[in-house]
Each structure stands twice: as C-alpha cells, then as structure tokens.
C-alpha cells in the first residue's frame, strides 16, 4: 500500500484535514495505478476545474462536484450538497475563484449567476469578498435576499465596486450554501458596470504594495462548469515552463544553465541546456515522455511513461516498457510546481520544482 503524506496536502494550497487515510495500490515498485476512489467530500463526481471549495467546521458535511444530469447551460453544472442530516449554527460551504484586482480597481462590476435549490433550509447567496492583506478585515457583498427553500434555475447577481487601491490583491467570487440543502451553479459571469468617479483608498500599514498572487486570472474561468479539474489542469499545462540557474564566473567544467519542458497534448518534451568553458550555450541532453492526470482524494497526480532521450548523452535510450513514475503537482496559468520523493515507493528526500511559464 501506498500512503500520502501531508505535505503533499500543503502544496496543493488547501489545508489538510486532522487525519489522513488515503492511500493508492502500487502494481510493482514504480509504476502507480491509484484505484478509483471518491474526491473528498465523497462524490464520485468529478471536481470543476478552475474552482476550490471550502467548508465549515468540516468538509465532511458536504460534497462538491459536477452534475451531468442537471444543468442551465451546455453540458453540466457545479454542484455543493450536505451529507448529513444533523446540522448545527454556521455550517457552511462555499465554492469560490479568485480574481487578480489589478484590471479592477476603480470600477463598478456585476457578479451574475443562474442558480437552482432543493430544500435549502437557511440560505444560499452569491458573495463578493476582497481581502485587506494588513488588516483583518475585508469589503463584503453578497446577495439580498437571501435564497431559500426549493427554486428552479434563475439568474441571481451582486453589483460592487472595487474602491481600495492599497492592501488589496484579489477579489473572491463565492456561492456560499449555508446549513442543509443542495445548490446547482451555472452559466456564471463577471461584467463591466462602468468606472467610479472617485476612489476612496485606505494606505496599508505596510508602505510597500502588497504583490498580486501569481496565479490568479483577471476574468473568471470555466464559467459553464464545462471541464473537470483535470481537464482544466490539462489546458493549463499546455507551452512551454522554465526553470533557470544562477551562472558562474569561467569555470573549467560546463554547468547547466536552464531547463526546459515543453507540453503538447500529452507528451512532455525536456530540454537540460548548459555552458562550456566558452559561455557558450547548448542542449545538453532532451527527452521526451507521454504523460497524464489522476486524482487521488485531494492528490493530483502525474504519470509520465514511455520516457525517450532524443539528443544529448545516452540518445536512444528508453525506459522499460510498462513501467511508470508518479508524482504530485499543482499549476496555475503561470507556476508549475511538482512534488518528488514524498509518496512511500519513493527514495531520497522530499524534492520540489517550481516551474515557471515562458510568456510567449
């Protein structure tokens, strides 16, 4: 048996539950094949690609996914449910996107969705929430009434403005389900009401401005709950990713300078490049490998195959046929970020590579 430590939890950006139990069958001492288990909340449906979720005091009151039988638009729609009978004051879930504030400041927008209930006991509301990053606060805007009971599909949105120019990074877009119940999302979307004439700022206490998350579009994604979250990952992975090194003065011996990894499709194209005693700069070795995606619980993992030197040392080697390495990752439109020697199968310590995209 294979188990998943929590750090691999950590790196993926959510926090790890009291206790983990997730584990994966190894078929042989390389090649992973997780067996198919529900995502964390207990739901054979897929998570929605480009959406994180969050629930209190525990998610395990409810479940999110994506419903292919019940939808407004397209082929499906975002779905957050309660899995218990029993609930208490403040239980809550929310699925939620966040937004880059910079494209945003100084406007008026309007947040819209098309939502639909079944036997919501205490409300289900859209919300606007933009963190203050130096103090504990935040502006909040959520939708009035709130929305309760059983309701077919109707177009539901928030209008706010986005005012404080310092000590503001993002804005988080939310359906928020509070207590009992069940919500359907779709068809959401971000538009343009028109600019403020004037700005009301509140300085930091820190002077200097806080830095955008790195990751974070200015327009919201997978609106229609159309792709998984494997297949928007899949999206994201697309181009070309970089990792570079700091050089040296001359030195006697080459050095690697950058590394490369080039994805198209499914196949994955690395490229090691580095510098003779003459500064000069040369592939010094490329493979290539054919890869995909799988979800453990709340792991995502990379399976790469069929890996192939194309040029450097050693051209024409391969791996052996059927075998497999695996490892966590996570992506965002510009940081590729991979988790090595954290699944038990594993030797060495713990490694992690930051990738970054090359802007095209």
């Avoid at 729609?77 to 899995?83: D, K, M, R, W």
């Avoid at 919500?183 to 004439?197: K, R, Y």
């Avoid at 590394?259 to 499914?266: H, R, T």
């Amino acid at each position: 048996m294979l188990v998943v430590s929590a750090a691999v939890v950590l790196v993926q950006g959510q926090e790890p539950p009291a206790k983990i139990d997730w584990t994966l069958t190894v078929s042989d001492g390389t090649d992973i094949a997780p067996r198919k288990q529900p995502n964390a909340v207990g739901t054979e449906t897929p998570l929605p690609g480009g959406w994180r979720w969050n629930a209190h005091p525990s998610e395990r009151h409810y479940r999110v996914g994506l419903d292919r039988q019940v939808f407004h638009g397209g082929k499906s729609a975002g779905s957050l449910e309660s899995q218990e009978a029993q609930f208490h004051q403040n239980h809550y879930a929310s699925m939620v996107q966040s937004l880059d504030i910079r494209s945003h400041r100084g406007k008026r927008l309007r947040l819209s969705a098309f939502l639909k209930t079944r036997d919501v006991r205490e409300s289900v509301y859209l919300k606007i929430n933009i963190p203050h990053l130096y103090a504990d606060s935040s502006d909040t805007f959520w939708l009035k009434p709130t929305i309760q009971g059983s309701t077919d599909w109707k177009r539901y949105e928030v209008e706010f403005t986005v005012t404080d120019l310092e000590g503001t990074a993002q804005i988080d877009c939310s359906v928020d389900l509070h207590g009992p119940g069940r919500v359907w999302i779709d068809d959401v979307s971000l538009e343009l009401v028109g600019d403020l004439e004037s700005v009301r700022t509140t300085p930091p206490g820190n002077k200097q401005n806080p830095q955008t998350p790195s990751g974070l579009f200015d327009q919201l994604a997978n609106t229609g709950f159309e792709q998984t979250l494997l297949e928007y990952d899949l999206t994201l992975l697309q181009g070309q990713w970089e990792i570079t090194y700091p050089t040296k003065g001359k030195t006697r011996f080459f050095e690697i300078t950058r590394e490369v990894l080039e994805v198209d499709g499914n196949k994955i194209t690395f490229t090691d490049y580095n510098r003779n005693q003459d500064r000069n700069e040369a592939v010094w070795q490329q493979h290539t490998q054919d890869f995909e995606l799988e979800r453990s619980g709340r792991i995502s993992l990379i399976t790469r195959r069929n890996f192939e030197v194309t040029k450097g040392m050693a051209k024409g080697s391969r791996s052996p046929a059927g075998s497999a390495s695996s490892n966590p990752y996570t992506v965002n439109r510009r940081q590729f970020v991979e988790v090595f020697g954290v699944l038990d199968s594993d030797n060495g310590p713990p490694i992690l590579r930051q990738w970054d995209r090359v802007a095209k």
